[in-house]
């Protein structure tokens, strides 16, 4: 008997058979809706009798990822590099690499009777991720994973990846995007809508920095995980050490910086991004610092001046752009980010903002931080 649970967009049937042609061994004892997602369905599959008891099997939304093929080919380059590197100097503790998992016709992804475009990968044995951070321990382990992430794809030139979704973290671009909803939509001004409308006409100028430094060559491209927030590093059950960095939809050519910013205003948020009480919503220095020591203790040899000179800026574009992405889509009727109720992606902007008005307050502390653990 299978046992399927919380599949709510999916017939049941239909899963289990999709599962079916990435299963080579073992039979599909159980499948669940997985994870918190606000893109891809991704689900977690048991098998009955195999050495492997789970993988994780995912539907790509081809309305954000035009070109899902080209996810597939990039994880498979850049994980045989990860992979080829780490038999070459072995690391001293556990680091895992996600496999893509092919079907029984040896394909990376199978296309379902709809035209669904669904993949397999390897579940990382034995760990689990967090959606917020616990400690400053935690920190520096969600500061080494991503450093540990960076420092593996640091020799493989960025023009070997393709470009997995265009426009992704350029926030001139969601700027431009948010002022072309803005002039189509005839939204109910409520104080929240106007808070939020204020808070981005303050900041159109600041959103263009990043790529102000790409464009003059102060920042250079190179390849970048694209999401490394909190809840997609894994950790060992048992040692409580990062283990994996997971979600490698978006690896392609950007900044560091994107996921550097990413990484802080997903990690030093303990009230977490889905919080009702965002007016509570802060960014914590501490938690900061431990993710930087992490991050800079595999990361300094491949780091410049001007990647220091950028990074709190980094940190404060990150946490803006995600609130003016989820304000942007609550304007044009919630149509990229999977929501729970109209408001939901409206509450997220808050969050965000209320994050970028603390790490705004917090500049010359975070600035200090920056300069003492480099
Ligand atoms: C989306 O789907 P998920 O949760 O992995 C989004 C990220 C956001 C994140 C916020 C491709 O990631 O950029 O930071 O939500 N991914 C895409 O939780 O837009
Ligand atoms: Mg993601």
């Known amino acids: 008997m299978n046992t399927i649970k919380n599949i709510k967009t999916q017939s049941k049937d239909n899963v289990v058979t999709i599962a079916e042609q990435f299963t080579l061994q073992g039979k599909v004892a159980a499948i669940q809706a997985f994870g918190s997602g606000n893109i891809n369905d991704t689900f977690l599959v048991t ?88 400690d400053r321990s935690q920190a520096g382990e969600v500061g080494y994973a991503l450093g540990m992430f960076h420092n593996l794809i640091s020799d493989l030139p960025p023009e070997k990846l393709a470009d997995t979704l265009e426009g992704f973290h350029i926030t001139p671009r969601y700027l431009q995007h948010y002022n072309e909803v803005l002039a189509k939509t005839s939204v109910q001004k409520t104080p929240e809508v106007n808070y939020c409308l204020q808070f981005v006409s303050d900041r159109q100028i600041f959103a263009h920095i990043l790529e102000d430094a790409k464009a003059t060559g102060k920042l250079p491209l190179r390849l970048m995980h694209g999401d490394p927030k909190i809840n997609n590093v894994m950790f060992d059950t048992a040692t409580q050490q990062a283990v994996s960095v997971i979600d490698l939809d978006t690896v392609k050519p950007g900044l560091v910086h994107y996921d ?115």
């Open 260 to 374: 550097i910013g990413d990484c802080l205003r997903s990690g030093c948020n303990p009230s977490g991004e889905e919080t009702e009480q965002w007016e509570s919503v802060s960014f914590d220095t501490e938690l900061c610092q431990g993710i930087l020591q992490g991050y800079l203790s595999v990361a300094k040899a491949f780091l410049t001046e001007n990647d220091y000179a950028y990074m709190y800026d980094a940190i404060r574009l990150i946490a803006f752009e995600l609130g003016l992405r989820f304000f942007a889509d609550y304007l044009a009727g919630n149509v990229y980010f999977k929501v729970k109720h109209p408001e939901h992606n409206l509450h997220r902007a808050l969050v965000q903002f209320a994050l970028t008005k603390s790490i705004e307050s917090q500049e010359t502390t975070i600035r200090a931080i920056i300069q003492d653990v480099k």
């Open 47 to 134: 098998l009955d009798n195999s050495q492997e008891r789970h993988f994780v099997l995912q539907r790509i939304n081809t309305q954000v990822f035009r070109q899902p093929q080209l996810i597939m080919q990039n994880m498979c380059i850049f994980t045989e590099h990860v992979r080829k590197r780490l038999q070459r100097n072995p690391l001293n503790r556990r680091w895992e690499i996600p496999r893509v998992l092919f079907t029984k016709d040896a394909q990376d992804h199978w296309t379902d009777a709809d035209g669904s475009f669904w993949r397999a990968i390897s579940f990382i044995a034995g760990s689990q991720s967090f959606d917020t951070m616990s």
